[in-house]
């Protein structure tokens, strides 16, 4: 019985000893793959953000530029990833942090070469914003859009063309411009026929009017001066009406003949 009894304590002891042995292995590698990712480049890491940002795989490339962002602060890879690390927030859907991202990055890198890219990409976040999973379904007139956020995204492509006219993201950035100055026309415009139709005659007439002075040369002046003469029309005043009739007839000869039903 005793002999049994020690045969019993020397396994117990021998498979705790093996155990053991196991638990230190099992410890030692799991240091050895942590220490081998905390030493990993801020090169290796940069290009891990890049190929999952290129594959669209933006949550994981969003982790890989932060944890460059946190482990080599002062690096010459930092300022990349914050840049490139705002590019995957936007394409992730998180404008906000997109924007937010951008500003930091203006702020940490004054002189950066890459300064004309923030402001455009900063433009472009403020372009696209703003639509959600109703518009893949119900599409809708980008004018129907924001109007705070367009102006934003106008001023930011403004700051672009201003400051680095010969960047190459300069043409783009104009030609947006252009869309967005007749989608800001063309909002204004929406505002005085909405106006109309609530009989607001007075507040359509002004809102006529200030698109007319803010949005030449767009499609909606035409818009603006039909409200305006039947604004005119509905307040008695037909010389205003006559005058901006005339207006019309040298400018769109084409359009003379419309109706004041909004």
Not at 200 to 213: F, G, P, Q, V
Request: charged share 30%; hydrophobic share 35%.
């Amino acid at each position: 019985m005793k002999r049994w009894k020690l045969l019993a304590v020397a396994s117990l002891a021998i498979s705790l000893s093996a155990c053991s042995m196991l638990s230190q292995k099992a410890e030692k590698d799991t240091t050895k793959t942590a220490a081998v990712e905390t030493n990993e480049s801020a090169e290796s890491l940069l290009k891990k953000g890049r190929a999952n940002s290129a594959s669209g795989q933006y949550e994981e490339a969003i982790k890989n530029f932060e944890t460059l962002e946190a482990r080599y602060p002062l690096g010459k890879f930092a300022e990349q990833a914050m840049i490139e690390s705002a590019y995957a927030y936007y394409k992730f859907d998180e404008p906000d942090t997109a924007l937010d991202t951008i500003d930091r990055f203006s702020r940490m890198y004054p002189r950066s070469a890459r300064t004309d890219y923030a402001l455009y990409l900063r433009g472009l976040v403020n372009f696209n914003r703003g639509g959600s999973i109703l518009d893949k379904v119900f599409p809708r007139s980008f004018s129907d859009l924001d109007a705070v956020r367009k102006k934003e995204a106008f001023h930011d492509f403004q700051k672009l063309l201003t400051r680095h006219a010969d960047s190459k993201y300069a043409p783009d950035a104009a030609k947006r411009m252009g869309y967005l100055r007749n989608s800001l026309g063309e909002s204004e415009a929406n505002v005085a026929k909405h106006y109309m139709k609530r009989g607001a005659y007075l507040a359509a007439y002004n809102r006529a009017e200030y698109t007319i002075k803010h949005h030449q040369g767009t499609p909606a002046i035409l818009d603006a001066l039909k409200v305006k003469v039947c604004a005119a029309r509905a307040l008695k005043r037909e010389k205003l009406a006559s005058d901006t009739m005339r207006i019309i007839q040298l400018n769109f000869p084409e359009n003379t003949k419309f109706g004041c039903s909004y």
